[in-house]
Structure formats: structure tokens, C-alpha cells
């Protein structure tokens, strides 16, 4: 059975750093893409990057480049998101979601949300 | 980058009844176009992928159609466990994945 677990929800300060995880099981985590969606509170959703762990090619949404940073560790086949200065803006709930390696379909598999929570 | 327009942003619907949302794409985005499913505490469901194709255990009263610009999602005969937010997507402009901004589709 294919799964993304992510990593549980995370209260933070501004100014803070943040890595949270997303790790696949039940099929092969390097040969499909990883992306991230965020989601803030009452709004819709919104592509941020997404990573092909088989060789680590990262890509951005423009919206997002410099603002996050997206990585994998696949010899633990796990995803992550991370933060180096949280803002309270970055309050929102992050999924990961998995893509075919050759893009030729959407994500079919989510994981169940991690919520950021960043308040002084 | 490709802007996907999602029309209504809300329709009350009876249950039983029939819904009909739209996704329009900003340019072409061929037939790489899905929808989701978003219950509310829960991760997106994708439904639809290929404009038209139907996920695994997905039923079939959900039905997707259009191509190019204009697309379709069609739930025949409303369920209660169906009003939710439902949302499009387009993988075509890859890595740009961009959503529309949602359709919440509430009990009339």
C-alpha cells in the first residue's frame, strides 16, 4: 500500500527554523517526483516545489524560490520542506504529494498534512 | 504562468440533484488536467486525471470532459458524503502545477 506519513504539527516562533518530513513507503521513492502544497488557513491550494529523489533535481514555484527549501533523503526514502526564518504568513498546512517520474500524470497520493503554526 | 479560473466558488446543490463545475485554463493545457477532492480536515482525493479519466475507486457518477482551455466536472446524482471543496489542477506547463481556487459545493 502506498503511503506519505508526514511529520506531526509544529508550533514555532517568527524568526524560527523549520524541517518538516514526508516519508514514502510501499513503492519505489526514488522513481517518482515529491512535491509540497501548501495550504493556508480557509484558502486554497498551492504549489510550491517539488523533488525527484533519485537524484535530488529540485524544482520551484516562483512564488516560493528563496523561501523555502525542498530536499530527500533516500536512503530513508523521506521528503522535506524547510524554513531557515519563519514568518507568521508561513502559518498554513503543508502536504506532500507524489508525481509519476515522467509527469504524465497528477499527484495521486497525499500525505495527511502537517500544520505550521508560527506565533510570537 | 498558466492561471486556472474555477467557476462557481460555491453551489448549493440538493442531494440527488446534479453538479455541474468549471475550470477554465488560462492557455492550453491539452487534456493534462485533474480534480480533486477536498473533504474538510482531510488531504485532497484526486478524482479525475486526463480531463476525463476516473481514479482508482473513484464512482462513477463523477465524470470529467473538456479539453484545451474549458473543462468540466460532473457529479450526476449528489451523495452526502460528495459536498465538499473540489478543485482543478493542471500538470501540462510541468513543473508549474498550478490549482484553481475551488469550488465548494454545499447542501441546498
Known amino acids: 500500500e502506498v503511503q506519505l506519513v508526514q511529520s506531526g504539527a509544529e508550533v514555532k516562533k517568527p524568526g524560527e527554523s523549520l524541517k518538516i518530513s514526508c516519508k514514502g513507503s510501499g513503492y519505489s521513492f526514488t522513481s517518482y517526483w515529491i512535491g509540497w502544497v501548501r495550504q493556508m488557513p480557509g484558502k486554497g491550494l498551492e504549489w510550491m516545489g517539488i523533488?525527484?529523489?533519485?537524484?535530488?533535481?529540485?524544482r520551484y514555484s516562483p512564488s516560493f524560490q528563496g523561501q523555502v527549501t525542498i530536499s530527500a533523503d533516500k536512503s530513508i526514502s523521506t521528503a522535506y520542506l524547510q524554513w531557515s526564518s519563519l514568518k507568521a504568513s508561513d502559518t498554513a498546512m503543508y502536504y506532500c504529494?507524489?508525481?509519476?517520474?515522467?509527469?504524465?500524470?497528477?499527484?495521486?497520493?497525499w500525505g495527511q498534512g502537517t500544520l505550521v503554526t508560527v506565533s510570537s | 504562468e498558466i492561471v486556472m479560473t474555477q467557476s462557481p466558488a460555491t453551489l448549493s446543490v440538493s442531494p440527488g440533484e446534479r453538479a455541474t463545475l468549471s475550470c477554465r485554463a488560462s492557455q492550453s493545457v491539452s487534456s493534462n488536467l485533474a480534480w480533486y477532492q477536498q473533504k474538510p480536515g482531510q488531504a485532497p482525493r484526486l478524482l479525475i486525471y486526463g480531463a476525463s479519466t476516473r481514479a482508482t475507486g473513484i464512482p462513477a457518477r463523477f465524470s470529467g470532459s473538456g479539453s484545451g482551455t474549458e473543462f468540466t466536472l460532473t457529479i450526476s446524482s449528489l451523495q452526502s458524503e460528495d459536498f465538499a471543496v473540489y478543485y482543478c489542477?493542471?500538470?501540462?506547463?510541468?513543473?508549474?502545477?498550478?490549482f484553481g481556487g475551488g469550488t465548494k459545493v454545499e447542501i441546498k
Open positions: 523533488i525527484y529523489p533519485g537524484d535530488s533535481d529540485t
Open positions: 489542477q493542471q500538470y501540462n506547463n510541468w513543473p508549474s502545477l498550478t
Open positions: 504529494a507524489r508525481q509519476d517520474w515522467n509527469h504524465v500524470y497528477p499527484f495521486d497520493y
